[in-house]
């Protein structure tokens, strides 16, 4: 093991990069969704409620590497617009990623005291600023461990997108077993990815005292 890591480091250490990468821009992106399509779900327009209902119940019902051939493919299928596999590999799993993080801000705003939205009513806030300046941030607060968990989550989930040849972590492992045909690629491939999350849980869980002690 230790002489495949030596001579294919670079590559899963290039590897670790796009994977920390991918993983980073897509719950940046997937909360950024995940804001929007919560309030489309709580929308008082009944067809704008089911669509957002329908977008996070097909995205969370379905294969995650099933989307991604869907999003990476069907765009030069159906259009003739060539995605590079990194830019699929990100549409795929941020959009995927983002119907669990509405769901998650859907309980982090149900977790805030109704008394919030009465009072910012009180002081004459409209709806929407009311959940702009009084319910998102104490929402946001209280939802920061779960979309940590999310991120470990997305971390081990983009192993996927090695399928379509972006080269995370698991694209150097491939490479490396194609060229020796040893397992033992595979191994250093689960040591880094468990590096990775366990290294990320740690500092969830001290992240997760400290706010905690400021409340």
């Not at 002489?3 to 821009?25: D, E, P, Q």
């Not at 319910?135 to 607060?141: E, G, L, S, V």
């Amino acid at each position: 093991m230790l002489a495949l890591w030596n001579k294919y480091h670079m590559l899963y250490i290039r590897g670790v990069g796009y994977t920390v990468v991918l993983s980073l821009i897509s719950l940046i992106i997937s909360v950024l969704l995940g804001v929007v399509i919560n309030r489309l779900k709580e929308s008082k327009i009944k067809i704008v409620s089911y669509l957002a209902t329908a977008y996070i119940e097909l995205l969370r019902g379905t294969p995650l590497f099933v989307q991604m051939y869907i999003f990476y493919f069907g765009p030069t299928l159906l259009f003739e617009i060539d995605l590079s596999p990194f830019v699929g590999g990100l549409i795929a799993v941020s959009l995927n990623s983002s119907a669990y993080v509405a769901e998650i801000i859907r309980g982090g705003i149900q977790s805030v005291d109704p008394g919030q939205t009465e009072a910012g009513r009180s002081l004459g806030l409209t709806e929407s600023q009311t959940m702009m300046k009084i319910i998102y941030p104490q929402a946001m607060k209280n939802i920061l461990p779960s979309l940590g968990n999310e991120f470990i989550s997305l971390i081990k989930e983009t192993a996927i997108v090695s399928s379509i040849g972006v080269t995370d972590i698991m694209y150097g492992a491939k490479t490396a077993v194609a060229a020796t045909y040893k397992v033992s690629g595979y191994m250093i491939a689960a040591g880094l990815y468990f590096v990775l999350t366990f290294t990320l849980s740690k500092i969830l869980k001290v992240f997760e005292r400290s706010l905690q002690h400021d409340s």
